[in-house]
Antibody
Framework: QVQLVQSGPEVQKPGASVRVSCKAS????????MNWVRQAPGQGLEWMGM????????IIPQKFQGRVALTRDASISTAFLHLSGLTSDDTAVYFC?????????????WGQGTLVTVSS | EIVMTQSPATLSVSPGGRVTLFCRAS??????LAWYQQKPGQAPRLLIY???TRATGVPARFSASGSGTEFTLTISSLQSEDFAVYYC????????????FGPGTTVDIK
C-alpha cells in the first residue's frame, strides 16, 4: 500500500536550518510529483512547493524562494525539504503529500507530519 | 495567487444531521477543486477531487458540486467520525502550478 513516512520531530534555534525527509513506498517514486505543505499551530494549510522526482525540477512559491530547497534521492525513494533561516514563524507541522497524476492535481496521500519547533 | 475562502468558519451539528460547507475562489478554477478532511493530530485526507469525484474509500454520504468560483461539500447523516476540519483546495491546471487552500470549516458536535 502507498505510504509516506516522514522523519521525526526537530527543535532548532532561530537562524538555523532543518531538513525533513519523506520516504515513499508502495508506488513508483519517480512517477508522482511530491509536494510539501505546512501547518502552524491551530492554523490552516500552506503549500511550500513541489518537486518532480524524476527530473529534480521544483516549483517554489515566491514566499519561500531563497529559503526552501526540495531535493530527492531516488535510489531510496526519499524526498527532502530543506528550510533555512528559521524563525519562530516557521514552527509548524510539515507534511509531504503525493500529487495525483495529470490531469487532476489533488494530493491523494500524505505523510504523517513532522513537527519543527524553532526556539532559542 | 488564487485566494480561497470558506464559510462558515464553524458549524455545530447533531449526529445524524446534514451539513453543507461552502468554498469560493477569487477567480475561476473551473472544476479543479479538492476537499480534504483533517482530524486533530492527523494529516489531511483527500475526500473529493475534480470538484465532485469521491476519492477511493470515501463514503457516499459525502457529496460535492460546483464549478468556476463557487463550490459546496455536503455531508448527509453525520457520523461521529465526520467531526473534523474541512479544507478546500484549488489546483488550476491551466496556470503555473500554485495550489492554494481555504482557511477551513470546523464541523463540531452540537
Amino acid at each position: 500500500q502507498v505510504q509516506l513516512v516522514q522523519s521525526g520531530p526537530e527543535v532548532q534555534k532561530p537562524g538555523a536550518s532543518v531538513r525533513v525527509s519523506c520516504k515513499a513506498s508502495g508506488f513508483s517514486f519517480t512517477v508522482y510529483f511530491m509536494n510539501w505543505v505546512r501547518q502552524a499551530p491551530g492554523q490552516g494549510l500552506e503549500w511550500m512547493g513541489m518537486m518532480n522526482p524524476n527530473t529534480g525540477e521544483t516549483i517554489i512559491p515566491q514566499k519561500f524562494q531563497g529559503r526552501v530547497a526540495l531535493t530527492r534521492d531516488a535510489s531510496i525513494s526519499t524526498a527532502f525539504l530543506h528550510l533555512s533561516g528559521l524563525t519562530s514563524d516557521d514552527t509548524a507541522v510539515y507534511f509531504c503529500a503525493r500529487r495525483t497524476l495529470d490531469p487532476e492535481r489533488a494530493f491523494d496521500f500524505w505523510g504523517q507530519g513532522t513537527l519543527v519547533t524553532v526556539s532559542s | 495567487e488564487i485566494v480561497m475562502t470558506q464559510s462558515p468558519a464553524t458549524l455545530s451539528v447533531s449526529p445524524g444531521g446534514r451539513v453543507t460547507l461552502f468554498c469560493r475562489a477569487s477567480q475561476s478554477v473551473a472544476g479543479n477543486l479538492a476537499w480534504y478532511q483533517q482530524k486533530p493530530g492527523q494529516a489531511p485526507r483527500l475526500l473529493i477531487y475534480a470538484a465532485s469525484t469521491r476519492a477511493t474509500g470515501v463514503p457516499a454520504r459525502f457529496s460535492a458540486s460546483g464549478s468556476g468560483t463557487e463550490f459546496t461539500l455536503t455531508i448527509s447523516s453525520l457520523q461521529s467520525e465526520d467531526f473534523a476540519v474541512y479544507y478546500c483546495q484549488q489546483y488550476d491546471k491551466w496556470r503555473p502550478e500554485e495550489p492554494t487552500f481555504g482557511p477551513g470549516t470546523t464541523v463540531d458536535i452540537k
